[in-house]
């Protein structure tokens, strides 16, 4: 009986690590902002169901102002996190306003989470 505990334990914890690789290899996905001079509005979509969480950041450089949902990116190099914790939905809005801004290119990346999750680093 210890042995199949053992084995059971053994195999949970290599499961556990595998997932956590792969989290490490592939932790988020990505989208961009085709035109950062035009207001675009974009829905992010989890690819399994059961999402208990999100992060989404925005990355990328302006050459003026704009605004992201509620967050004011401002001139220059862009890095910001949008949203961050519980979020139940299979899909979040994100809506992009060029306040100033003209040139530029931004790149949105996101992960939903699904309950299983393993802390790693960023």
Not at 1 to 12: D, N, Q
Not at 19 to 30: A, M
Not at 65 to 94: C, E, P, R, S
């Amino acid at each position: 009986m210890k042995k199949w505990i053992s084995v059971i334990t053994l195999l949970l914890l290599a499961a556990f690590a595998l997932i956590g690789t792969w989290r490490l290899i592939f932790p988020y996905s990505k989208m961009k902002i085709k035109d950062v001079s035009q207001a675009e509005n974009l829905t992010l979509f989890a690819k399994n169901k059961n999402v208990s969480g999100l992060e989404v950041y925005v990355e990328g450089y302006l050459d003026d102002t704009a605004k992201i949902n509620w967050t004011l990116l401002g001139k220059g190099k862009v890095n910001a996190l949008i949203q961050t914790g519980d979020h139940y939905a299979d899909t979040f809005a994100v809506n992009y306003l060029p306040l100033k801004a003209k040139s530029g290119h931004l790149t949105l990346r996101y992960r939903f989470d699904t309950g299983l999750d393993l802390s790693y680093p960023q």
